[in-house]
């Protein structure tokens, strides 16, 4: 069966009781959304703060590829497993996009039977946190037209406004745009442009703030343009825009409960991308699980080149957490097509291929051993077409370098087939006190927090910018080089080349473009080509989902 089939036929429990059963959360404290997905208020989230924290457990995964790698497959097949053995476990997750959903993904919910559900709300509108953080980012947007098209009180460049507008679909035809056509009447003639929802700073805003208060106070911190002098700022406080946006987000700030297809829980909240936002789900809804639970399985966008080192030096310096291991995930056909073959011949046994590829893990692992200072289980998410020859090759070379490696089949048997995998993160994370080493210091300047990045996880030589840039960064430099740096790059390769795969070494990262998100507390370094806006694929998922007569969504997978 395909993953919304298996979803689809999913025997699921009423969330409330769901909730009650497992983690006894009184249910005036749920605000269901129908029957099978709720909100948590911030008052019971709050109420738990004395509580001692559970243990956290970070899900990553080498460089992406379209063979596919299943990191959130296996954040949700390791708590099943977990709690099937007796362990109190809730998996952390973050919300899909419908970019992606419409674009190349078709979904983002887990697979096979490892899958959160109701599967189609959660991949679709879900609770409308999405929806509510568009509207927000926009409507400081149309503040901003509307206040020079009544003078302009504040003195706004028009040409220096930082400010785009979002939504959230792959749209490339709105990456550049010009607005107020049509005279006077309809505002001031300027450029402007769309990013996609998950790249706006409101939704890194909502998944950093750990309160109303902090919310509202990040929002008001916005730097939306700098005055006619080229260097003053220009702030969202100064429209008086952050209590409105704030009202936008009353419950989009509240953690999402759902369920596995076992039943048990998952908090779905937030969603950056990890190539050009943060790529974590919310600080709030992690610290809730941890108090809630005696351990938490979290997963971190893409490669752990940029989820998990963003995981690392944006979330965890600034919530204060700390993880106690790491999973990589990784693919024999990943692997393979990281070594050079093509996607339609992946099914075919290749150990030269294999062997060539490897070099992808081995360097992630590296990383997250030697720059994170974490341990590292790597986690072969089995498919049907790999071959003993293969396994044993891929464990062996695992071996060499003295990781634990384990073949993990919860695609197809959900928690019971990822056991051996929960054993062994047992065994790591049960004998060592939580710690971690962030990759560059807080007070390293912006342009060493650049290169640490990209000489120590990228593998590159060099770094280069612009003399517009450069001069940018020193610009910023001044007051925000405390700020930790949150790199936009692709994810297909550690270069800014998406066709180099495996482990280049040697190249150039060219910094294109630096952007203030103040009210997140980063700074965006765009590196090479990156987009901030996606465009859909010659042949969208969009063409293939449905609904029938009945009601029933199909195509999502």
């Known amino acids: 069966m395909s993953d919304i089939e298996i979803a689809q036929q999913a025997t699921m429990k009423p969330i409330i009781g769901l909730a009650a059963e497992k983690f006894n959360i009184p249910a005036e404290h749920l605000d269901p959304y129908g029957h099978y997905k709720a909100k948590l208020s911030l008052e019971y989230v709050n109420s738990l703060a004395d509580k001692k924290d559970g243990k956290l457990i970070l899900v990553t995964a080498i460089s992406p590829t379209p063979a596919g790698e299943g990191k959130t497959t296996t954040t949700v097949g390791l708590g099943d497993a977990l709690n099937r053995i007796g362990k109190n476990t809730i998996m ?249 073959v093509a996607k339609e011949d992946l099914n075919q046994e290749n150990l030269a291929a294999l062997e060539k590829g490897f070099v992808n893990l081995e360097r992630h692992l590296s990383n997250i051993n030697n720059h994170y200072g974490l341990p590292c289980v790597v986690c072969i998410n089995h498919f049907t077409f790999d071959t003993d020859a293969e396994i044993a090759l891929l464990q062996a070379k695992c071996a060499e370098l003295g990781a634990n490696c384990v073949v993990s089949k919860h695609w197809a048997e959900g928690g019971a087939g990822a056991q051996q995998l929960a054993q062994t993160v047992l065994e790591v994370v049960d004998n060592r006190e939580p710690g971690f080493t962030f990759v560059y210091e807080e007070n390293a300047t912006l342009w060493d927090k650049i290169t640490a990045i990209s000489t120590k996880l990228y593998g590159a030589s060099n770094v280069t910018a612009s003399a517009k840039v450069q001069g940018e960064i020193k610009a910023l430099q001044e007051k925000y080089g405390h700020f930790p740096i949150c790199m936009a790059k692709t994810q297909m390769s550690f270069s800014t080349n998406p066709n180099l795969k495996g482990a280049p070494s040697g190249h150039t990262v060219e910094i294109r473009e630096v952007r203030l998100a103040n009210g997140a507390g980063f700074i965006v370094a765009i590196a090479g080509d990156m987009m901030t806006m996606p465009g859909l694929p010659k042949v969208p998922a969009a063409e293939r989902i449905d609904i029938t007569d009945e009601g029933v969504i199909t195509g999502l997978f």
């Open 92 to 340: 952390c997750l973050r919300e899909p996009s419908l970019g992606p959903c419409f674009g190349v993904k078709g979904g983002a919910a887990g697979g096979g039977y490892s899958q959160v559900v109701p599967m189609e709300d959660i991949n679709l509108h879900f609770t409308g946190d999405f929806h509510a953080i568009g509207v927000a980012h926009n409507l400081l947007s149309a503040m901003i037209d509307n206040h020079i098209n009544h003078g302009n009180a504040l003195d706004i460049d028009p040409r220096r406004i930082q400010w785009k507008r979002v939504v959230d679909m792959n749209d490339r035809a709105l990456r550049n745009i010009v607005v107020g056509m049509g005279g006077a009447a309809n505002g001031y003639l300027r450029e402007d442009g769309y990013d996609i929802v998950v790249a706006s700073e409101v939704m890194a805003i909502l998944c950093l703030a750990t309160s109303r208060a902090d919310l509202k106070a990040r929002l008001g911190r916005i730097v939306i343009a700098y005055k006619s002098d080229r260097v003053t700022p220009v702030y969202a406080s100064d429209l008086n825009a952050q209590g409105a946006m704030a009202a936008l987000l009353k419950d989009a700030i509240k953690p999402n409960l759902v369920q596995t297809l076992e039943n048990n829980i998952a908090i779905i909240h937030g969603g950056p991308f990890a190539n050009i936002a943060h790529g974590c789900n919310t600080v709030t809804a992690t610290k809730t699980a941890l108090k809630l639970a005696d351990y938490v399985v979290t997963e971190a966008g893409f490669g752990a080149d940029l989820g998990a080192e963003k995981f690392i030096d944006i979330k965890c310096r600034m919530a204060g957490l700390t993880p106690s291991a790491v999973v990589l995930v990784a693919t024999v056909r990943a692997l393979k097509f990281h070594g050079g």
